[in-house]
């Protein structure tokens, strides 16, 4: 049985950064892209960042290039988006997913985690 586990969520202050970490089971990176979307209230889900498990390179989002890192641990089958420069339209409910492809930081979703919520603070 596939589950994506996350954590790492919380309140954080405009400008400040957050490690969310997303714990994997039931399938291996070497076969599915991995990556993260968000959603805020009153909008549509967007595709951030993922890493390809084709060859193993990473994709990002406009809206969060050069902020956002999106990194895996293979030995502990978990990946991670460290999150700088925080702003307030990044709050949203974030989560981790798993598919067999991507375009780009879009993966085709197979696998949902639960969604974790990020508040900015101004």
């Known amino acids: 049985e596939v589950q994506l586990v996350e954590s790492g969520g919380g309140l954080v202050q405009a400008g400040g950064s957050l490690r969310l970490s997303c714990a994997a089971s039931?399938?291996?990176?070497?076969?599915?892209?991995i990556g993260w979307f968000r959603q805020a209230p009153g909008k549509e889900r967007e595709a951030l960042s993922c890493i390809s498990s084709t060859d193993g390179r990473t994709y990002y989002s406009d809206s969060v290039k050069g902020r956002f890192t999106i990194s895996s641990d293979n030995a502990k089958n978990t990946f991670y988006l460290q999150m700088n420069s925080l702003k307030s339209e990044d709050t949203a409910v974030y989560y981790c997913a798993a598919g067999e492809t991507n375009l780009g930081p879009v993966i085709g979703v197979d696998y949902w985690g639960q969604g974790t919520q990020v508040t900015v603070s101004i």
């Open positions: 039931g399938f291996s990176f070497a076969d599915y892209a």
